[in-house]
């Protein structure tokens, strides 16, 4: 059977949490300040349904995506020339030394996904170095992805 557009975005909604350091429904729905029963409509498709559709006929129709229509900026194909090496190097390093004291173990993908989150907060927080970043705060991520 093929999903709707809505189960789509529901799944894309999950992922796109995940990726950005939310492993779970609750968290989710917390940082959007819905409930995890009215969250978890949206993320198994259950809602937003006809809104979705109507987003994909008018990009069908007029030929604009729905990030143009609600007015968001596309980040996505810009090239990696603002890429902070140095601050990147610096999160590889300290999350290795987070694993290393916390005698913990990962994949490789785990591994990536956790670092590029920590580099991400640095990001979003102005902060140079990960050496200024509270490491207590990430542990809960690092403890989750690595259960």
């Known amino acids: 059977m093929e999903k709707?557009?809505?189960?789509?975005?529901?799944?894309?909604?999950?992922?796109?949490?995940?990726?950005?350091?939310?492993?779970?429904?609750?968290a989710i729905a917390k940082k959007l300040g819905?409930?995890?029963?009215?969250?978890?409509?949206?993320?198994?498709?259950?809602?937003?349904?006809?809104?979705?559709q109507l987003l994909v006929k008018i990009h069908e129709l007029l030929g604009?995506?729905?990030?143009?229509l609600l007015g968001i900026e596309d980040h996505s194909t810009e090239a990696p020339s603002s890429?902070?090496?140095?601050?990147?190097?610096?999160?590889?390093?300290?999350?290795n030394e987070v694993i290393k004291a916390n005698n913990l173990a990962c994949t490789p993908a785990v591994h990536a996904r956790l670092v590029?989150?920590?580099y991400d907060r640095c990001i979003?927080?102005?902060?140079?170095?990960p050496?200024?970043?509270?490491?207590?705060?990430?542990?809960?991520?690092v403890r989750a992805a690595l259960a």
């Open 83 to 95: 890429l902070n090496v140095e601050l990147l190097t610096g999160c590889i390093t300290s999350f």
């Open 34 to 52: 819905l409930s995890n029963q009215n969250f978890g409509h949206y993320a198994r498709g259950e809602r937003g349904g006809h809104f979705f």
């Open 116 to 118: 590029a989150l920590l």
């Open 4 to 26: 709707t557009v809505a189960e789509i975005a529901g799944e894309r909604i999950r992922a796109a949490g995940a990726n950005v350091g939310f492993l779970t429904d609750s």
């Open 64 to 68: 604009i995506s729905p990030n143009e």
């Open 124 to 129: 979003n927080r102005k902060i140079s170095t």
């Open 131 to 141: 050496t200024e970043l509270d490491m207590e705060e990430f542990m809960p991520f």
